[in-house]
């Protein structure tokens, strides 16, 4: 298939829902090659990524399918809200497990794949919460800051070798993970629809095609930066 991502070979995680699985169909719409990861439902490697070995696995299939890699999205995320008192050490540790470590492990795993093509891409997903912090959101906030920092690492580390590191930061989407929360806290979700300038939630596809220009060509010079993509929502007061 013709198309800007003609020719990549990509893995795509948390790809059975949500942001990760309009990632991995806008990626395959611009001709790349993808192939997905999830803990469930319609994708090529199935597993709990925070599993030591995990991505360790997840690269060796993906190579062994495609006959190679040069992008990588991790997507794979988990939220919920929890008071500060309310975190105990496991759930603290499980955020950090999944939104932090896996993105370390698959970035370390991958990286001697990336570098050989002078295009390599990654990624990785932040959060408004890269930036600022919010109630009830400690683990999360903090494994998201980590994500952006870990990012601008990989970006100066493995730049010399011809790979671009970025971070998206997603303002509120409409998913799975922010459902629960819009239907117990209707007021959270007109908040966040009223903070936007552009006075709507985001959508999955909103994040994938930004993601989808991240990875191409045409974003080659785009490198160790973050950046918001949640209608404005965080450059107003
Ligand atoms: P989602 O619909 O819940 O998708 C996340 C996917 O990751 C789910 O399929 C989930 O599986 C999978 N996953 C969770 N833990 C995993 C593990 N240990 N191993 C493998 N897969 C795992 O959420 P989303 O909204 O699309 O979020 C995607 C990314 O965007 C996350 O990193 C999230 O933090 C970030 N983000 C989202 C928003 C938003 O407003 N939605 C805003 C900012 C950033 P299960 O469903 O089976 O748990």
Redesign the pocket.
Known sequence: MSGRLSGRRAIV??A?????AAVALRLRADGARVFTA????EVDFR????EPDANARLVAAACQAMGGLDTLVP?????AFHPLEAHDDAYFLRVLE??LV?VFRLVREAAPHLKGHGAGRIVT?G?TTSSFGDEGLCAYSASKHAVLGFTKSVAAELGPFGVTATCVQ?G??D????APAFEQMPEYKVFWENKAPLRRLGR?EDIADVIAFLCSDDARFVSGHGLWVDGGAMARH
């Open positions: 995680t948390g059975g829902s949500g942001i990760g999830d803990l469930q439902g597993a709990d990524l925070t997507c794979a995320g988990i939220s999944v939104n896996a997903i959060s997603p509120a989407i998913t799975p993970m922010t999955p």
